[in-house]
């Protein structure tokens, strides 16, 4: 049960490869990735060896998971446990390599960019590290380079939610903690968000309320008509910012473009609302002060 090296001082490599089977779900507002990842490691158990001609040419056995030490294999921005049980066997093969597969859901937390929002692109990571065990005991390798990692993600990939697939890259890292320095294998899901929909659905009506009370000045003054016209355009778009905000993150760095667009087209609104107060209130007055000067004149 324990690190399977003839020496304690001697290092065990494990070879790790990820790759992505899935975007399930992104949540910007609480800042949440949902994958469903295909995990494979290898590494070399120096207590068991044999030749296959000497055992019927079996060059591999499948034992229960329990039955060997394997990598206490652990990810940094996992937020939630998987609730699926892990693969239950491991594969030893005859030079000592033992390979191990499993298939899990992935619920991390990821720093949401939403500056250019719903035009956006997000980089999620996925970092792989021991939870106890120094760099100088466990050291993590990747095996396969970006390209071929990024050109598998793409053959495997079921579903991408509203999110389309650019990339997947790894990098290896060596971080302290605590007291001494672990091996880390970083691994970055570059996805780019779909905007169609919210372009058809938040974009383009924020743009027709606009136009609708640009339009609103061929309305004609002497009426309440136009002022309750305006009142019911700014309200619609009163209505569009609050659905952003329950889209948006509130810890975001940086004041989103959307959000910029949103409220000049309310500002330009407003103006206009208060243009229209202006000269229907001048209109009141001026027909005011004309009164006494038809009554003046009646009389004479």
Same mark, same amino acid.
């Given at each position: ?12 490599w494990v070879y790790l490869q990820m790759a992505i089977y899935a975007i399930l779900d992104v949540r910007e507002l609480?800042?949440?990735? !949902?994958? +469903? @990842? $295909? %995990? =494979?490691?290898? $590494?070399?158990?120096?207590? %068991?060896? #044999? ?10 056995? @499948? ?5 060997? #030490?394997?990598?206490?294999?652990? !990810? ?38 939403? =500056?250019?929002?719903?035009?956006? %692109?997000?980089?999620?990571?996925? /970092?792989?590290?021991?939870?106890? +065990?120094?760099?100088?005991? !466990? ?12 050109? $598998? ?9 509203? $999110?389309?697939?650019? *990339? ?14 672990? &091996?880390?294998?970083?691994?970055? !899901?570059?996805?780019?968000?779909? &905007?169609?929909? +919210? ?20 309305? &004609? ?23 952003? *905000?329950?889209i948006l993150p509130s810890s975001s760095d940086r004041i989103p473009l959307i959000a910029i667009y949103c409220i000049g087209s309310f500002s330009l609104m407003m103006l206009s609302l208060l243009e229209t107060i202006?000269?229907? +209130?001048?209109? /009141? ?11 003046? /004149?009646?009389?004479?």
């Open positions: 049960m324990t690190r399977p090296v003839k020496h304690y001082k001697m290092t065990t609480d800042q949440i990735f !949902i994958s +469903y @990842v $295909w %995990i =494979y490691m290898s $590494w070399q158990n120096q207590h %068991i060896m #044999w030749k296959s001609e000497d055992f019927c040419g079996l060059d591999k056995v @499948v034992v229960p998971l329990a039955t060997l #030490w394997t990598p206490d294999l652990t !990810i940094e921005e996992m937020t939630e446990k998987d609730k699926a049980p892990p693969s239950p066997y491991l594969t030893i093969l005859e030079n000592g390599e033992v390979e191990y597969r499993n298939d899990q859901v992935l619920v991390s937390t990821c720093k949401m960019q939403v =500056y250019k929002f719903p035009f956006d %692109i997000q980089r999620c990571t996925l /970092s792989f590290k021991s939870a106890v +065990y120094s760099d100088d005991e !466990i050291k993590f390798e990747a095996i396969l380079d970006e390209s071929k990692i990024t050109e $598998w993600s793409y053959d495997a990939m079921r579903t991408q939610s509203e $999110w389309l697939f650019i *990339n997947l890259t790894v990098n290896h890292k060596t971080v302290k903690s605590f007291d001494y320095n672990q &091996s880390l294998i970083v691994y970055t !899901i570059s996805m780019r968000r779909r &905007s169609a929909l +919210y372009i058809v659905n938040f974009l383009l009506p924020v743009l027709f309320f606009l136009c609708l009370d640009l339009a609103s000045f061929l309305i &004609s003054d002497s009426g309440g008509e136009k002022l309750s016209f305006k009142v019911t355009v700014l309200l619609a778009v009163t209505v569009m910012q609050l659905l952003l *905000n329950e202006l000269v229907m +209130y001048l209109i /009141s007055k001026d027909s005011q002060d004309n009164e006494p000067l038809e009554d003046q /004149s009646l009389s004479e």
